[in-house]
């Protein structure tokens, strides 16, 4: 257990469909990030919110839209996402700054979209 | 500005073999730097980091990195490679940058094969 949690762990969801990831941390951590992870591409940071207030967003597009109600909670709201949207979705939460123990990740959401 | 450059984008060795994955940073301040693995479909799970105090850093599963600022690296190693090493490994560096800093920068990763 690696104190970040992911559901679902598998989505499978169409062009028009509407849905949501989730993330939740109880680690007292107060900055929380997406990334997105495609098959031989980068880590990209797509969103981090640090104190509940979301202070980067990666010109990621509008179809994904993030919430984060409180500092351990994080979604991804998901709408009528393309094919190349397919990847594994990850959620990380640190202190802030992250310096001296980085960040820890959850097990992450693969999408496919079909 | 801070970067990380990880030489080879996958590393193949044999069983029991040593293993070395090379990582090379760019900060303007000293950094902290940190490895960390991720197994097929999983999250990223923190191996070792330098956080300034002792160069030569010790980690879980037998790995250790050691920090050069002369060389701007912090290599990982492990004397002897299990099968169960097989995964994909990033280095990353948190820039002590002032006021509200929080981003890591992550290399591209490097995919170790571990030969039977």
């Known amino acids: 257990e690696t104190g970040v949690t992911q559901t679902p762990r598998h989505l499978v969801m169409g062009m028009t469909n509407k849905k949501s990831l989730k993330c939740e941390q109880h680690?007292?951590?107060?900055?929380m990030y997406w990334y997105k992870q495609s098959a031989k591409k980068p880590l990209e940071l797509m969103f981090v919110?640090?104190?509940?207030?979301?202070?980067e967003n990666n010109s990621v597009p509008s179809r994904f839209s993030p919430e984060c109600p409180n500092s351990s909670h994080l979604f991804l709201h998901l709408h009528t996402l393309q094919p190349e949207d397919s990847a594994l979705y990850l959620c990380a939460s640190s202190q802030v700054p992250p310096s001296n123990y980085g960040y820890t990740f959850g097990s992450g959401t693969r999408l496919t979209v079909v | 500005a801070q970067s990380v450059t990880q030489l080879g984008s996958h590393v193949s060795v044999s069983e029991g073999a040593l293993v070395l994955l090379r990582c090379n940073y760019s900060s303007s301040v000293p950094p902290y730097l940190f490895w960390y693995v991720q197994y097929p479909n999983q999250g990223l799970q923190l191996l070792l980091k330098?956080?300034?105090?002792?160069?030569l850093v010790k980690g879980i599963n037998g790995f250790e990195a050691e920090f050069k600022k002369s060389e701007t690296s912090f290599h990982l190693t492990k004397p002897s490679a299990h099968m169960s090493d097989a995964a994909e490994y990033f280095c990353?560096?948190?820039?002590?940058?002032?006021?509200?800093?929080?981003?890591?920068?992550f290399g591209k990763g490097t995919l170790l094969t571990v030969n039977p």
């Open positions: 919110y640090s104190l509940e207030e979301r202070v």
């Open positions: 680690l007292g951590h107060n900055a």
């Open positions: 330098y956080t300034s105090a002792a160069t």
């Open positions: 990353a560096v948190s820039d002590l940058g002032g006021g509200s800093n929080y981003k890591l920068t």
